[in-house]
Nanobody, 124 residues
Framework: QVQLVESGGGSVQAGGSLRLSCVHS????????MGWFRQAPGKERESVAA????????YYADSVKGRFTISRDNAKKTVYLQMNSLKPEDTAVYYC?????????????????WGQGTQVTVSS
């Protein structure tokens, strides 16, 4: 059973930065594509970013392109989401997700494993 644990959330003012981390409990992170999602109060969960097993391919939601960067360190079994130039509309619970299926050609992917989430609050 794969477990994902997110950390790095918190409160920040608009324009600030946060880096989220997601630690994967499995033996080999490199077998999994990884993604970050977020859900704001009263809104549906949305995909934010995705990264292929090797880290070569990445996809981003239009709302975060140029501000967020997804990366991974397979040796450390950790995936990151660097968030810069944060806006109040980025406020949400952020979740990481993992899946053994290969990353397709878009941000819209299915995932089998999910973390518990970490809260990000951006004040104006």
């Amino acid at each position: 059973q794969v477990q994902l644990v997110e950390s790095g959330g918190g409160s920040v003012q608009a324009g600030g930065s946060l880096r989220l981390s997601c630690v994967h409990s499995g033996r080999t992170l490199s077998r999994y594509k990884m993604g970050w999602f977020r859900q704001a109060p009263g809104k549906e969960r949305e995909s934010v970013a995705a990264i292929s097993r090797s880290g070569i391919r990445t996809y981003y939601a239009d709302s975060v392109k140029g501000r967020f960067t997804i990366s991974r360190d397979n040796a450390k079994k950790t995936v990151y989401l660097q968030m810069n130039s944060l806006k109040p509309e980025d406020t949400a619970v952020y979740y990481c997700a993992a899946d053994l299926r290969d990353l397709g050609s878009s941000l819209d992917q299915a995932y089998d494993y999910w973390g518990q989430g970490t809260q990000v609050t951006v004040s104006s």
